[in-house]
């Protein structure tokens, strides 16, 4: 090797934790290979004390994100997808990598953007058509509101980029928190789109990424007593049992239901399974 | 450390030369030191006594102006079971408020056991005359309170006249009758490492049965290595008069795992007889909330959260 020559400066694969990227509490990691089997990366490999550093940054970032106003949270939201749509290139080649073929990657980032600004159109909507005016008969007033239901808990389905981001836009567009845990095979878009994340005025703690083992993580997930509700998505249906009991401990909202992949019509039931309806009652004229 | 010297008798300028003949405190040492003795791992066995242990070194401390009866009467049911739902959790060494606050607390706290502590001498900033002092000092002993948690005058302190907090001290400790005196150095205020020292002696040689970091109200309020010094001063004033002092650090002592590090740093720098709650003492409030959290993931396997427990 002569001198003029330059060493690759390869990224660190790391977790995405109330705004930083740590490294796993416990030092561990795991080779990701691509398609044909060949070596990428290392990516973090979360442990427990992962999981609970990240619920405590997601439930000291609940009361601020939830409080900001829809129209600010959308704003948000669409600067996350012009982020994305920036980065267009370094996603293609992040997903040519994990398998996809060329035209494939292309429009899976495509596909990943549309969605992100889909829901991010959703945010200043949503108590519209969640909540109602409720009629009386009686001087009275009562609406119904929906309202983010706390921390959510969510394992991500297997693919790349598309997956995360159906399961990740729904549950912060209406100001809930998330902890997830990305793609145990295809980890590393995950972790570049929280780069993303972290350079799009979203507040620390909103969003957390863990890259590791589902099977290790999603226990330590549906058992703790701060996260309000799990998304199930990417779980096996033969251990969707076992956590759904788990989450019962603190009464979780359990949701499973798999990402469409219709680009036309995402449907609002993942939006709705992380909210609450909150209905409050006004006395006319005083 | 060569203290072989017992404090000398009175006058300002004995116990000036006294204070100033202590050694100096290594700061680089010392903070390194605390630093050490703060990685040391505590897990499952050890750790569920640990937990125990600290829990029942807790003074519940409220020090609000928006205290309310109401308040403190809920703080002393939490003091007396901390964890309802579960009765093996031990109750808490104290409960720690102002002093037109004690009549309630000793109230609820009837045949409990657990004492009630009170800040006097015009807390937090100690800057009152004497007799105003002495005044809250009798009211809060009058009340009930059996342990005085007073401040020193840090201005006199600082200015060296060592004299006057001695005998300010001693007034104090007059006044307290049969209670306990914590004496708090505030050592956010004292600035050196050599200020905590003698502060310390001057403490424990006016008659304090605890020493205590800090009123909580002054950043940085207790750190390690502050709490380091103190309890090498205790150690060693047991060595060269006999008596045994306390140590309390207070503020800013939020989570398990700050707790777990005191309780290292005491069998490390005092030593094992420290290891209990007439001895040592955690000042703290959001902190048991914390604790009851850590214990019930170990008893119940899962990480448990601010929900299930009480807001105060």
């Not at chain 1, 030092?27 to 398609?35: F, I, K, L, N």
């Not at chain 1, 990366?41 to 900001?68: E, H, Y």
């Not at chain 1, 909202?253 to 219709?262: G, L, N, T, Y």
């Not at chain 2, 002696?201 to 950043?219: E, P």
Request: hydrophobic share 45%.
């Amino acid at each position: 090797m002569t001198s003029d020559q330059r060493v690759d400066v390869r990224k660190t694969y790391k977790l995405f934790i109330g705004g930083a990227f740590p490294r796993s509490e416990s030092g561990r990691s795991y080779p990701v290979t691509g398609a044909e089997g060949g070596f990428l990366a290392n990516a973090a490999r979360a442990s427990r004390k992962d999981v609970r550093d990240a619920v405590v940054a997601a439930r000291k970032a609940f009361p601020g994100w939830s409080a900001r106003t829809p129209y600010n949270r959308g704003q948000i939201l669409y600067r996350i997808a012009e982020m994305l749509e920036g980065r267009r290139a370094q996603f293609v080649a992040e997903l040519r990598d994990a398998g996809l073929g060329k035209g494939a990657a292309g429009a899976e980032v495509d596909a990943a953007v549309d969605r992100w600004v889909w829901y991010a159109g959703w945010a200043d909507k949503l108590a519209a058509v969640a909540g109602n005016a409720n009629p009386v008969a009686g001087p009275f007033f009562t609406f119904s509101t929906p309202e983010p239901t706390g921390v959510v808990g969510s394992v991500a389905p297997d693919g790349p980029l598309l997956d995360l981001v159906s399961a990740l836009a729904p549950v912060i567009v209406s100001g809930n928190t998330a902890v997830v845990v990305a793609s145990e095979p295809a980890p590393l878009p995950a972790i570049t789109f929280a780069e993303v994340l972290a350079t799009s005025d979203l507040p620390g703690g909103v969003v957390n990424l863990l890259t590791g083992r589902r099977a290790e993580l999603a226990p330590w997930l549906a058992g703790h007593m701060d996260v309000n509700a799990l998304d199930l998505t990417g779980v096996a249906e033969t251990d969707v049992k076992p956590l759904a009991e788990a989450a019962a401990g603190n009464l979780k909202r359990v949701f499973r239901d798999p990402v469409r992949a219709d680009a036309e019509d995402p449907g609002t039931a993942r939006m709705q399974a992380f909210l609450e309806i909150k209905t409050v009652w006004h006395p006319v004229g005083v | 450390m060569s203290t072989e010297t017992v404090p000398p008798g009175r006058g300002a300028a004995g116990l000036r030369a006294f204070l100033h003949g202590l050694p100096g405190v290594d700061r680089v040492g010392a903070d390194e030191r605390a630093a050490r003795l703060a990685t040391r791992s505590i897990k499952t066995t050890a750790k569920a006594q640990a937990i125990d242990l600290a829990i029942a070194m807790v003074d519940l401390t409220t020090l609000e102006g928006a205290d309310t009866p109401g308040k403190v009467r809920a703080l002393c049911a939490k003091a007396a079971r901390p964890d309802p739902e579960d009765r093996s959790v031990p109750p808490v060494a104290a409960v720690c408020v102002y002093s037109d606050l004690v009549g309630v607390a000793v109230e609820a706290l009837d045949g409990t056991g657990i004492g009630v502590a009170s800040v006097a001498t015009a807390f937090p900033s100690g800057r009152a005359p004497l007799a105003a002092k002495l005044a809250d000092v009798r009211a809060a002993v009058a009340a009930g309170a059996a342990e005085i948690d007073m401040v020193i005058d840090r201005g006199a302190f600082l200015a060296g006249d060592y004299a006057t907090v001695d005998a300010e001290i001693r007034a104090v400790r007059e006044a307290c009758g049969d209670a306990h005196l914590k004496v708090i150095l505030e050592t956010g205020e004292l600035v050196t490492y050599d200020n905590v020292r003698r502060a310390s002696w001057l403490a424990m040689d006016a008659g304090a049965d605890f020493i205590k970091t800090s009123t909580g109200k002054v950043s940085p309020a207790a750190t390690l290595p502050v709490t380091l010094v103190m309890l090498e001063a205790v150690r060693d004033y047991r060595a060269a008069t006999g008596r045994t002092v306390g140590v309390k650090p207070a503020g800013g002592i939020r989570t398990t795992k700050d707790a777990l590090k005191y309780l290292v740093l005491v069998n490390e720098t005092a030593g094992p007889d420290w290891l209990t709650p007439d001895l040592f003492r955690l000042g703290a409030s959001s902190l048991l909330n914390d604790l009851l959290m850590q214990r019930r993931k170990l008893t119940t396997g899962v990480y448990s959260g601010p929900d299930h427990f009480t807001l105060d």
